[in-house]
């Protein structure tokens, strides 16, 4: 007999000889591991605390690409729905999870969490009820040949969401010449009546989505001033247009006549905002002048709190605050009785051009940051917190919320000058759009809030539709198709 397998057929007799007590100590003092008794050539591995539900999709996220992963998460294409659907029924039938619709890819994670603490070993004895009387909306037929569950068949018939595809090109290119590219300006606005307003020299022109009409609105060569400023008042009837010289002059857009010319700045005018009857101009004397366009211009209200040039203005919707942004770096919030700040904000590296107020949620107020920033960030102005913040990587020059979803677009300038669409409060980018050769300088939206038009230094106006609240392509189509091409 060969002198070592005597050795361990001893030692193994040896071994079952033991008393119980010294065998179940020695297996303590081992912790039980099969491979610490070297007793016969078997391994039989301990599944004892096992949870196959998290190795499962552990296994299946190793198996994707960095870039898949990306799609998934993202459900920008329909591939990435379906490798979702296929996961959800590979639960089903291999783990019973019992999913019976597809699950969203945002909340996937957190739905797969819950029904891990859930599933604690995959093999484990199931007592079968009685079976219930067969239900064609709630049950598989007992004559089906289909290997799945009646969950797995809810789940391959529950409706699928269709994917949200925003166009990559603009469906409109128009020629501006004239565009200064400059930041500290806001050259472009849209009215409620369909009207957009472009700035550009020393005219105002008047693009009408109805008619196709181009006017021109005024010319201010002949006093030897330019353009540095355009505003709609809320109801499209009248446009604030602020002067080099300094001058705010208020035009009816209907009668193209001049109702006021308003002085008091020594400066620029690059920031408008109206807030009913009022309107208040920034400039670069530093000072925010508020006035009633109904009363005597001597009656006016001086805001004075930024060191530099303002060069972003925003009436909040409730129409109680104010926000200002400078090229101090500084972004105040002013209330409608008080000459002095109520809030400063003071994160931002560079000049804060970039202002909105939430539509959806009372209070919150989103900026943006210069070349040096780059930053997009969000405050409470209720309880003057800051919220979130993150770096877009170029300078950012406008923002605009969307009116239908919880969804923001910023314009860029240095170096990418780009166009993204935001979702928040996740800051998830929905869409990347390219194509103009300058800073992205100018932005307004459209009226029915599913289109928006961008200005940028290389003379053009591209119109995107990034807010589409249809995704039918015939229907996607703005009014605006009805301008003239001209490039």
């Not at 770096?391 to 923002?399: I, P």
Request: glycine share 6%; charged share 20%.
């Amino acid at each position: 007999m060969d002198q070592e397998y005597e050795r361990r057929l001893l030692r193994q007799i040896n071994h079952q000889n033991l008393p119980t007590e010294a065998r179940l100590s020695k297996c303590v003092s081992a912790t039980c591991s099969p491979v610490s008794i070297k007793s016969g050539d078997r391994f039989i591995p301990t599944r004892a605390g096992s949870n196959w539900s998290i190795n499962f999709h552990h296994a299946n996220e190793n198996c994707r690409s960095p870039n898949q992963t990306h799609k998934a998460k993202d459900a920008t294409s329909d591939s990435s729905k379906d490798a979702v659907a296929y996961a959800a029924l590979l639960r089903n039938e291999l783990l019973g999870a019992g999913i019976d619709t597809v699950p969203d890819t945002h909340t996937d994670d957190r739905r797969h969490a819950v029904l891990s603490q859930d599933s604690h070993s995959l093999f484990r004895y199931t007592v079968h009820t009685k079976r219930v009387p067969f239900d064609s909306d709630n049950e598989v037929s007992p004559y089906s040949l289909s290997p799945l569950s009646n969950k797995s068949h809810k789940l391959l018939r529950s409706p699928r969401k269709p994917a949200r595809k925003i166009s990559k090109i603009p469906f409109k290119v128009l020629d501006a010449p004239e565009l200064q590219d400059d930041f500290y300006l806001n050259l472009v606005d849209w009215s409620a009546g369909n009207l957009l307003s472009v700035g550009l020299g020393a005219c105002v022109y008047l693009w009408s989505a109805c008619t196709s009409q181009v006017t021109r609105l005024c010319d201010l060569s002949v006093d030897g001033d330019s353009v540095t400023s355009v505003c709609w008042n809320e109801r499209g009837s009248l446009v604030a247009v602020g002067t080099h010289k300094g001058y705010v002059q208020i035009w009816d857009a209907a009668g193209g006549r001049k109702l006021t010319s308003l002085e008091g700045h020594s400066a620029r005018v690059g920031a408008l905002a109206w807030n009913g009857e009022q309107l208040s101009s920034g400039s670069r004397d530093r000072v925010i002048l508020q006035r009633d366009v109904r009363t005597p211009p001597s009656a006016e209200r001086r805001l004075q709190g930024h060191r530099q040039e303002v060069c972003g203005l925003k009436w909040s919707p409730d129409h109680q605050h104010l926000a200002s942004g400078g090229n101090d770096n500084k972004l105040l919030v002013w209330n409608s009785s008080s000459l002095l700040p109520m809030q400063q904000y003071s994160d931002h590296l560079a000049a804060v051009k970039a202002i909105a107020w939430s539509p959806h949620q009372h209070g919150l107020l989103a900026s943006g940051g210069g070349t040096a920033d780059r930053c997009l960030r969000f405050w409470n102005t209720l309880t003057g917190q800051a919220l979130q913040c993150t770096d877009t990587g170029s300078q950012v020059c406008n923002l605009a919320w969307s009116k239908h979803a919880n969804e923001l677009v910023s314009t860029h300038g240095y170096s990418q000058n780009q166009i993204l669409v935001w979702k928040y409060p996740s800051l998830t980018q929905v869409a990347k759009l390219t194509g103009h050769s300058y800073r992205v300088l100018y932005l307004a939206v459209s009226p029915d809030g599913e289109a928006i038009v961008t200005g940028a230094g290389d003379e053009t106006l591209r119109f995107w539709n990034v807010f589409s609240k249809t995704r039918c392509t015939k229907e996607s189509k703005s009014v605006l198709n009805l301008f003239t091409r001209i490039r």
